[in-house]
């Protein structure tokens, strides 16, 4: 399983387990399960942010990857806990759930097994 294939899984994963998470507190169910899938939903979110993250640096600086990778979800986390402090943080999560599910789907869905296929040369002197 490539990087890609477990960032798509685990932002559905993480997603559901936010919008569960709504659900089953605006049903009345509250405890440890509720807390259970913040907690859940928050790493497999992470995880899926990661991922993302280190798509936006070059193959060759691994180090770069890290810090990005690792930047990237605490850059979108500040950005949800504002938000959060504005307004119904249950509302808030199930919308980022719906969001990184859908970014899970949509920017890492086209899964090309990680390989491009060899650059052709064109012009004169081209081999």
């Not at 994963?13 to 509250?30: N, T």
Request: contains cysteine; glycine residues 14%.
């Amino acid at each position: 399983m490539n990087l890609r294939a477990l960032a798509r899984v685990s932002g559905l994963l993480g997603g559901a387990c936010w919008v569960a998470r709504v659900l089953l507190d605006r049903g009345g169910s509250g405890g440890t399960v509720v807390d259970a899938l913040y907690w859940i939903g928050l790493v497999l979110v992470f995880v899926t942010l990661f991922v993302l993250g280190t798509m936006f640096v070059s193959k060759g600086a691994l180090w770069l990857q890290a810090i990005v990778g690792v930047a990237f979800p605490l850059l979108v986390w500040s950005v949800v806990e504002v938000v959060r402090s504005a307004g119904d943080a249950l509302v808030i999560d199930a919308i980022v759930g719906v969001a990184v599910a859908g970014v899970s789907l949509l920017a890492l869905g086209s899964d090309d097994g990680g390989e491009k296929p060899p650059r052709r040369h064109v012009g004169a002197h081209a081999r």
